[in-house]
C-alpha cells in the first residue's frame, strides 16, 4: 500500500510559478513511478509528467518546457515544478503511483492522491 499527499496548490497570476510537492508513505517509494495528472472543470483527467525509478522522464506536448518533474526518495517526495503558467492550466492537480515500467498510461497508475487545486487567473 502507498499513501500520497499533495500539497502545494494554490492561486497564481498567469506567467507565474508554483511547486506541487506529493509525499508517499511507504518503504518501496523509490521502486515507483510517480506520475503528475490533472482535471480541469468539465475535462477529463489528463496525463501532465512522469518519471521513473532512474529520473527518466515524459511529459504531455502541452507543459513540456514549461514544467519539471523531479524526486527525492530520501525524502519519498515527488515534485511538479510549474513555470509560465497559463489560464489554461487551472485544475486540481493529482499525484500518482505505478509498478509498471515504460510510459504508463493512466490506467496502470495504482494509487492516486486526493488532488490540489491549481488556479491560474489571467
Known amino acids: 500500500q502507498l499513501q500520497l499527499v499533495e500539497s502545494g496548490g494554490g492561486l497564481v497570476q498567469a506567467g507565474g510559478s508554483l511547486r506541487l510537492s506529493c509525499v508517499a508513505s511507504?518503504?518501496?517509494?523509490?521502486?515507483?513511478?510517480m506520475g503528475w495528472f490533472r482535471q480541469a472543470p468539465g475535462k477529463e483527467r489528463e496525463f501532465v509528467a512522469q518519471?521513473?525509478?532512474?529520473?527518466?522522464?515524459y511529459y504531455a506536448h502541452s507543459v513540456k518546457g514549461r514544467f519539471t518533474i523531479s524526486r527525492e526518495n530520501a525524502k519519498n517526495t515527488v515534485y511538479l515544478q510549474m513555470n509560465s503558467l497559463e489560464s489554461e492550466d487551472t485544475a486540481v492537480y493529482y499525484c500518482a503511483a505505478s509498478t509498471l515500467e515504460g510510459q504508463v498510461p493512466q490506467e496502470g497508475y495504482n494509487y492516486w492522491g486526493q488532488g490540489t487545486q491549481v488556479t491560474v487567473s489571467s
Open positions: 518519471i521513473s525509478w532512474n529520473s527518466n522522464t
Open positions: 511507504g518503504r518501496t517509494f523509490r521502486s515507483y513511478i
